[in-house]
Nanobody, 122 residues
Framework: QVQLVESGGGLAQPGGSLRLSCVAS????????MGWYRQAPGKEREQVAL????????NYADSVKGRFTISGDNAKNTVYLQMNSLKPEDTAVYYC???????????????WGQGTQVTVSS
């Protein structure tokens, strides 16, 4: 069964940095487009960043472009999100998953884990 466990969230000051990790089991992340998503209080979940299965192409929401970097470590079967220059509006629960149109286990439906809370506040 596929399991993605997010970690690395916490409290950061505006302008600070955090590095989120997504450790996968049941899938090899290098075989899929993987993404980070977030859901802020009172808002719907939104896509933050994607990385292709080959790791050669990335895609970022305009709101995080230039500040966040998505990457993967095949040996650790882990996807990372390096978040720099954090802003209060980055406060959200962050989730890792395959790209929403990516076929995993013969289907595109998704289950979402607990995520990791990121709070940016002075």
């Amino acid at each position: 069964q596929v399991q993605l466990v997010e970690s690395g969230g916490g409290l950061a000051q505006p302008g600070g940095s955090l590095r989120l990790s997504c450790v996968a089991s049941g899938i090899v992340v290098s075989s899929y487009t993987m993404g980070w998503y977030r859901q802020a209080p009172g808002k719907e979940r939104e896509q933050v960043a994607l990385i292709t299965s080959a790791g050669g192409s990335t895609n970022y929401a305009d709101s995080v472009k230039g500040r966040f970097t998505i990457s993967g470590d095949n040996a650790k079967n882990t996807v990372y999100l390096q978040m720099n220059s954090l802003k209060p509006e980055d406060t959200a629960v962050y989730y890792c998953n395959a790209g929403l149109s990516t076929v995993v286990g013969g289907k595109t439906v998704r289950s979402w884990g607990q995520g990791t809370q990121v709070t940016v506040s002075s």
